[in-house]
């Protein structure tokens, strides 16, 4: 009987949750143009008439400003701090302003700097910000938009300009979005590395590599070379850097800049493509050739050579190549400090990282795989837009630490490696350990369920961690973290615009450093601080050096055109409350790693309709499902409160994630 009575009840609330309604939804003043999710947990969204902040968990509107003509290049977080930039466009009155996320306050403004702030870097304590800017940034999908970007430094605290640069010659833009009959959109710099500030050098990409000094604007050094080969979006790696050298490559080279002198020290040539780099100790990886995006169309498209370089950091010597990949190249990870492994159309290539002899290769089986992961329990799980299999790795000593009881699979094997593999091609089914297929649904407008398809795998990739990191095994990584973190690209959001493979590369950066500084109401209100104790808070009165008494004489937010802000109605107890909330959830984003791969697809019974299945990457079971049918094609989740959010007219939704 009892048995009879939990299975009603299961069935109730399956048959109920099959018909799920929105956690929450809020009504905006029309149609909703753009919304993204925030470090904080502050969900913002723009319509014709205003721009919202709410918050994520309850929907609950914090604060709103009347702008018109926002687009979703209008609104750009500053890594690190608690402040947004507006690029706001009302012809004469174009301007860029920095505003307090949780209050809406403005800190600054500048009438100075026009267009869209399509990138930027940022260096808090030395008071610096660079934007990329450019104007009249809206084209058709399919045609070819070229724009000069100028490049603003200003200063953090007050917005004061710097010195600026304009590029010497128009570049290639690509799509916010690819569709069809989309009409006009917004047209980003996303087929770019975004710029870097390192050892008091700022560094862009855009026609090739040149640095200058970050606080005058001096030419230090610089290389032309077209950035996207053939068309392609971020064909060239994003720097990487030990203690000596920042390396960056373009025109089939990698050079190795000294982090002192700025001068190149030594070239590494003839490599070809050079789509990814990883520092081990004293040598540099390299992965050349792989898949990448078609700025025109946003279709995948390989390009070779393919295979892996291993570079004497000391000298730019080539200590060894493999060239035994094959087309549909994905990214790569290392099994542990001496495997490197990577995958290509038809098999998982396992490489002595010490001197590139291949240990072993087997078929994935994979359709069109396009990524690699290693996950905590030292498997590798290879990956495509419908199917995720996880394979035994040879030896591998890579294990974490830190995980729950329900993250550890159950599944038993045995090591189909025991014996010596040599380089023979091993089979497949003695090293599979589960494999999980999820087809995109029949039904609908094949262009637009692709496109949700594509947007709900890419998810896992926003959150960069262990199973994808090459630099998690590298002394050293918590440095190149702490700068990695302080730049911003339009990829943060808009994701699924690139290929799962490019995602995978860059996905070890898409992390929150635990140190932040605020600017807005959080720095003067301090009584909220010692209920954070895992991030290091630094406000404009504690910034070390000399900049640090004119930070805090200049900043004085105006909320004169701030309607509805919820902080300033509140009582001080509750507002302390409040933002404690806020950095408790952006100390929580800090620690969050990808553990589930969602896919868009026909959900099984008793649900029997369209929605997403989260897949664990370290069990392969099916343990999340999110109950949308149909979400707006730029939907997007917050992992800290298990929500999906999604728009409809002029509703903002969330919906909840339901856990097996």
């Known amino acids: ?63 709103r400003k009347r702008t018109r003509g926002l687009d979703e290049t209008s609104i750009t977080p500053i890594p690190a701090t608690d402040l947004i930039l507006i690029s706001i466009d009302e012809g004469e009155k174009s301007r860029v302003e920095a505003v307090d996320l949780l209050s809406g306050g403005s800190i600054w403004r500048s009438d100075k700097i026009k267009g869209d702030v399509l990138q930027l870097a940022v260096e808090p304590e030395q008071d610096l910000l660079a934007v990329v800017l450019v104007k009249k940034t809206r084209g058709n999908v399919g045609k070819e938009l070229k724009r000069k970007p100028i490049v603003h430094v200003l200063s953090l605290s007050s917005g004061d300009e710097l010195w600026k640069k304009e590029l010497d010659s128009d570049v290639e833009m690509m799509p916010s979005r690819f569709g069809e009959n989309l009409g006009e959109v917004a047209f980003t710099l996303d087929n770019y590395r975004p710029p870097l500030i390192l050892d008091g050098r700022l560094f862009l990409f855009y ?58 020290e030594w070239e ?49 010597k080539t200590l060894w190549r493999y060239k035994g990949a094959d087309k549909g190249l994905t990214n790569f990870v290392f099994a542990d400090a001496d495997t490197i492994l990577i995958a290509d159309r038809d098999d998982l290539i396992a490489l002595d990282a010490r001197d ?10 994979i359709e069109r795989a396009q990524f690699i992961l290693i996950n905590e329990s030292g498997k590798a799980v290879v990956g495509g837009r419908d199917e995720i299999a996880a394979f035994q790795v040879l030896g591998s000593k890579f294990q974490v630490s830190s995980r729950s009881e329900s993250q550890i699979s159950d599944f038993k094997f045995q090591n189909a490696f025991s014996e010596d593999p040599g380089t023979k091609t091993q089979d497949r089914s003695a090293n599979e350990i589960w494999r999980v297929k999820h087809e995109a649904p029949s039904r609908g407008v094949f262009r637009v369920v692709a496109g949700i398809a594509l947007r709900a795998t890419a998810l896992y990739f926003r959150y960069g961690g262990l199973a994808t990191s090459a630099l998690n095994i590298v002394r050293g990584a918590n440095a190149a973290r702490s700068v990695l973190s302080l730049r911003w690209s339009g990829l943060k959001t808009r994701f699924s615009s690139l290929d ?11 992390y929150v450093a635990n140190r932040i500084s605020v600017f807005g109401i959080a720095a003067r209100t301090p009584n909220f601080l010692n209920r954070v104790n895992g991030l290091q808070i630094i406000t404009p009165s504690n910034i070390r050096g000399n900049v640090a008494g004119s930070i805090a004489s200049r900043v004085a937010p105006s909320r004169s055109e701030v309607q509805e802000s919820l902080l300033d109605r509140i009582d001080p107890v509750r507002q ?54 149909e979400p707006d094609a730029r939907f997007t989740t917050d992992e800290t409160v298990g929500l999906l959010y999604s728009a409809d007219g002029n509703r903002l939704l969330a919906f909840d994630v339901l856990e097996r």
């Open 1 to 63: 009987m009892k048995v009879f009575v939990l299975l009603a009840c299961l069935l109730c609330f399956f048959a109920t949750t099959s018909n799920a309604q929105p956690v929450w939804q809020t009504n905006l003043d029309g149609k909703v143009l753009f919304y993204q999710t925030t470090d904080f947990g502050v969900l913002l969204a723009g319509t014709d008439n205003s721009l919202y902040a709410a918050d994520g968990r309850t929907g609950e509107t914090l604060w």
């Open 207 to 264: 026609e090739g590599a040149t640095s200058f000094d970050a606080r005058t604007g001096k030419e230090k050094e610089r290389e032309k070379f077209k950035v996207n080969e053939d068309g392609l979006a971020l064909t060239e790696a994003d720097p990487v850097f030990d203690d000596k050298y920042l390396y960056t490559s373009g025109r089939g080279k990698v050079r190795a800049v000294n982090r002192r002198s700025g001068e190149v």
């Open 268 to 316: 590494a040539k003839d490599l070809g493509v050079a789509a990814e780099m990883a520092v081990v100790g004293s040598v540099l990886y390299v992965r050349t050739g792989g898949q990448f995006t078609r700025i025109k169309d946003g279709e995948t498209e390989n390009k070779g050579s393919f295979g892996i370089s291993a570079i004497n950091t000391r000298d730019g």
């Open 356 to 365: 590139g002899e291949r240990k072993f290769k087997f078929e994935h089986d």
């Open 500 to 510: 799962l493979t490019t995602l995978a590369s860059n996905s070890a950066k898409n």
């Open 576 to 629: 302390v409350e409040k933002l404690s909330d806020y950095f408790l959830r952006r100390e929580r984003l800090a620690k969050i790693r990808g553990n589930y791969m969602y896919f868009y697809t026909d959900l099984p019974k008793p649900f029997d309709r369209k929605g997403l299945i989260g897949v664990n990457v370290h069990t392969g079971r099916d343990v999340r499902f999110v109950l949308i049918s």
